[in-house]
């Protein structure tokens, strides 16, 4: 994915999640996120001593998302929002990191699984940090894109969906009673 980094070690790949190869995922990621140059000092700055709360934690909310067990009880805007120093570059290390860890450890479509929520998951939060107007930028849209490729519009789709120009908002129909003034 990304050359400036060594690999993910071989190991063989999962045709599915489970609660227990999601784990492996976890720790195998964060061991890699430790020894990064770019976000070891951020994670370890802001979990120092609380590395053996946060993986669980981690593996919990995986596991919700992709196993679909809502166990996770968090708020992922909330807890991303006091952390200091962080950059862009902090993101597309991170997803490049997280995505090669998980190609390494599932299938194509067992990946799909993580790799998906994970890149919203981070386009969110960059958007909600650096604010609307922020452009994600290229190597993640690229990401996306290869990941979860857009669909192409179906027969029937709404005309002024499709027409909308970039960053106009998603139109909408409101459906219930009006209010009588």
Known sequence: MNPSFPAAPAVERAAHPTEANIRDLVYAFYERVRADALLGPVFDATLADRWDDHLPKMC?????????AK?????????????????????????????DTVQSRYEPAAA???????LRIAQSLQLSRFGWDYKIPEEQQALLERVAPKRPPREG?????????PGESFPTRVVGRARDA
């Open 60 to 68: 919990t909310f995986w596991g919700s998302l992709v196993l679909g």
């Open 71 to 99: 166990q996770y009880r968090g708020n992922v805007q909330q807890a991303h929002q006091p952390l200091e120093g962080i950059e862009p570059q902090h993101f597309s290390r991170w997803l490049y990191l997280f995505l």
């Open 112 to 118: 799909v699984r993580f790799m998906e929520p994970a």
């Open 157 to 165: 789709d709404d005309a002024a969906h499709a027409a909308r120009a």
